[in-house]
């Protein structure tokens, strides 16, 4: 509740300096506004500023920075002999949060007084019974010392929170009343916004970035704890799959090459039935649909792509499977043993990439310009030869483009490999094998109760980074090409 | 102005290549060309001046039937090249833009290089015989279009890595290469400097000796300069139609006056 009150303060005083500065800049202007340097919302978009950001930038760091600043503190006063006696520091310091957690419920609930609260020990009362009483289930009895470890992380988070509050109010109101003073007619209050949003623009991109960064290194680190616990070379070169989930050791098989092959396989198929369907649809639909048909058309091949991945999972597992099992299965050639194979993943995936390829392409088909055609069947060319021979290469580097983007597409995707092509990892020519690829098994580590230290629950953040390199390499390749055929088709 | 030198040309032969007789041209409710009647003659730079919008580029793309790819516009009336209706329903446009070349305003070379460029047409319509045979046609087209001596050495570079004037006369070699027999040129020099566009018109009066020439042109010194005939269009009518010297020194209708002195347009 209390920083809710505080951000509402924050916006309060946000508000009331916003009206404050705009009536002094008038004011000063001897209520002329045509004397003032800028607008007067300016000038109350300006205090309004100052009192929000220096104030909301301290904020933020402030409650990343004080949990570490609590936990080092707390663990400090914990007797060393309890943490070498049993388990890990981190066991320990859960144990002492979730007291403290516990404690915060009771105080709520009003089944113990704040006083009562700090001073409760061990041995006047049973601890963990009068938690339960709350609904707070704890799974041992509470040391005397995780008691005391609670009640000061209790304390010091109470402590740390009002000095947060206070420091975030002062720095707000001196930070309005700063631009307040300077809120006179010939402040350029103008020039002084302009600048704030210049920051908060840069500041959104950064986030992106910044995301992208560490995404990037979380699966780095754990890549490497990995190869610490299991050889590189047996990853990469490694061709059996068979993680054991019965324990450490050096029982699993982890070799990336089946599924990367499965990755690979089933890519190919979805690229080899959506390209050329998605390229004839965009040829169509940009050259010799009218416009009525057209306006029909692109959104309905649009809504393709609107389909959750899982309902395509679906379709491929219910229909798609059982159709090619009745085709190509026991009872006819006998090439397919189940309805998960690379087959139907493929296929459905070849769906879902239709209207990437179709759409892009179709924008690209339309961004070339009309005299490419016009003198094209200047010289009596007809309408295909004109689109085989100079539309589409004019258009080619865009295209390429559409279809790595649908490639990086069919590499990333999960549901639809999960449900249509089987959990089996094998390397194998035969498109009607069950196969299965680097991110359904990513789903299939993480999602067991396997200990995160083992190299069967790291090996996800490999995989990870595997597909994280291959898909880069793919934008990287498609920018190349682009750029390259950018340069001589202008 | 020193350029307006107009010279007494003889026109070569008197033979009529395009008859128009009554052309209406509508862009949906927009009666673009109105009760057009004229006859072109071979082996002659007919020119078609007037203000923007009269609709002189509008006829010159009823002559190919280029007009057929906007769906919106309709052409009534008798185009007869060499006394065929080309708006018979036996005539396939596609062939007849074959015969009928055209340059349009803006250079528009294929993203090619400059030997398909040229190679395009011949291809498509099967001219060469052989690679060897092609060569020749694309050299001799580019030889005519006065810019092989300065791509022969790069006949694989882009076409579009060219100068403006180059990117033109490549266009120009583009549809010689399909040997046709009527030349139809849309303000082929509104986008380039005066030493292009004097290549380009040296290169037009030289096109005269195999084709019938027809060019859309907004400078009426070039309409002077490189033409035998002109015809003033004005608000979608043929205002006056004539040989060059008549039209520019002694014009029979007051508008082509005003016109060619600068008082409309």
Same mark, same amino acid.
């Given at each position: ?32 506004? *045509? ?18 950001? %220096? ?220 390209? %050329? ?21 692109? %959104? ?191 | ?59 010159? *793309? ?44 803006? %250079? ?158």
């Amino acid at each position: 509740m209390p920083f809710t009150w505080l951000v509402l303060i924050l916006l309060a005083i946000a508000t009331i300096g916003f009206i404050l500065g705009r009536r002094r800049a008038l004011n000063s202007a001897g209520g002329d506004r *045509r004397e003032l340097h800028s607008l007067p919302v300016y000038y109350g978009a300006n205090v309004a500023m100052w009192a929000i950001v %220096p104030a909301a930038t301290v904020l933020i760091i402030w409650m990343l920075a004080q949990p570490f600043f609590v936990n080092s503190r707390v663990l400090a006063t914990l007797p060393d002999a309890m943490v070498s006696e049993g388990s890990s520091i981190g066991l320990v310091m859960s144990d002492v949060r979730r007291v403290a957690d516990g404690l915060d419920v009771a105080v709520q609930l009003g089944a113990m007084s704040r006083a009562e609260a700090a001073s409760i020990s061990t041995e006047t009362s049973d601890v963990r019974e009068r938690l339960g009483e709350v609904g707070v289930a704890l799974g041992s009895a509470v040391s005397p010392e995780v008691l005391s470890g609670a009640q000061r992380y209790r304390t010091l988070n109470a402590a740390g929170s009002l000095l947060m509050t206070v420091l975030v109010l002062l720095i707000a109101l001196g930070g309005a009343a700063y631009a307040y003073s300077k809120s006179t007619a010939n402040f350029r209050a103008r020039n002084n916004v302009e600048r704030g949003i210049l920051a908060l623009l840069i500041a959104a991109a950064s986030v992106a970035i910044l995301t992208t960064i560490g995404i990037l290194f979380a699966l780095l680190f754990n890549t490497i704890e990995f190869f610490k616990l299991y050889p590189a070379a047996d990853f990469f070169f490694g061709t059996n799959w068979a993680p054991s989930f019965s324990g450490r050791g050096g029982s699993s098989d982890l070799g990336v090459l089946p599924l990367l092959w499965g990755t690979f396989y089933i890519s190919f198929i979805a690229l080899l039935v959506a390209v %050329p369907i998605g390229l004839f649809s965009a040829i169509y639909l940009s050259e010799y649909a009218g416009p009525k048909v057209r306006s029909v058309a692109k %959104p309905l091949i649009e809504i393709l792509a609107g389909i959750p991945t899982i309902v395509y999972g679906l379709f491929a597992l219910l229909t798609v499977g059982p159709l090619l099992v009745s085709m190509f299965g026991k009872d006819t050639l006998g090439w397919m043993q189940g309805g998960t194979a690379v087959m139907t993943a493929g296929l459905v995936m070849g769906i879902m990439l239709i209207p990437f390829v179709s759409s892009l392409s179709d924008d690209i088909i339309n961004a070339v310009p009309q005299a490419m055609r016009d003198g094209s069947y200047g010289l009596g060319a007809t309408k295909s030869e004109t689109i085989r021979q100079v539309i589409i290469p004019a258009a080619l580097p865009g295209i390429v483009g559409a279809i790595l983007l649908a490639a990086s597409r069919a590499i990333g995707e999960t549901m639809i490999v999960v449900l249509g092509a089987g959990a089996a990892a094998r390397l194998s020519l035969n498109p009607f094998d069950a196969m299965t690829t680097i991110t359904a098994k990513i789903v299939s580590q993480l999602t067991g109760d396997a200990d995160f230290a083992s190299p069967e629950a790291l090996v996800a953040f490999a995989l990870g980074m595997t597909l994280f390199v291959l898909t880069l390499g793919l934008n990287v390749f498609a920018l190349y090409i682009v750029r390259k055929y950018r340069e001589q088709y202008d | 102005m020193n350029d307006m030198r107009i010279v007494e040309r003889k026109v070569d032969t008197n033979e009529v290549k395009i008859a128009a007789k009554d052309v209406q041209v509508y862009y949906g409710d927009n009666h673009a060309i109105k009760d057009v009647s004229v006859e072109i003659e071979d082996k002659t730079v007919t020119a078609f001046i007037g203000p923007s919008g009269c609709g002189k580029s509008t006829f010159l *793309r009823c002559i190919n039937r280029m007009n057929d790819t906007i769906d919106v516009c309709r052409v009534v009336g008798d185009i007869m090249i060499d006394g065929e209706d080309i708006y018979d329903p036996k005539v396939d446009p596609v062939q007849l833009r074959a015969k009928v070349g055209m340059v349009f305003q803006k %250079p528009n070379p294929f993203p090619k290089s400059i030997y398909d460029n040229v190679a395009y047409g011949p291809k498509i319509h099967g001219l060469a015989k052989n690679k060897a045979d092609l060569d020749n046609i694309v050299e001799n087209a580019l030889r005519r279009g006065a810019i092989w001596d300065e791509v022969k050495d790069r006949l694989h570079a882009p076409g579009t890595g060219l100068s403006g004037g180059q990117q033109q006369r490549l266009c120009i070699a583009r549809a010689i290469a399909t040997e046709p027999e009527v030349l139809l040129m849309d303000e082929p020099c509104s986008a380039l400097d005066p030493i292009a566009t004097a290549q380009v018109e040296e290169l037009i009066d030289d096109l005269r000796k195999s084709y019938s020439v027809v060019i859309v042109t907004h400078s009426m010194q070039q309409a002077a300069r490189v033409s035998q005939k002109t015809a003033f269009f004005h608000l979608g009518h043929l205002v006056e139609y004539g040989e060059t010297t008549t039209i520019f020194t002694n014009p029979v209708d007051p508008r082509t006056e005003s016109y060619i002195t600068g008082r409309i347009g």
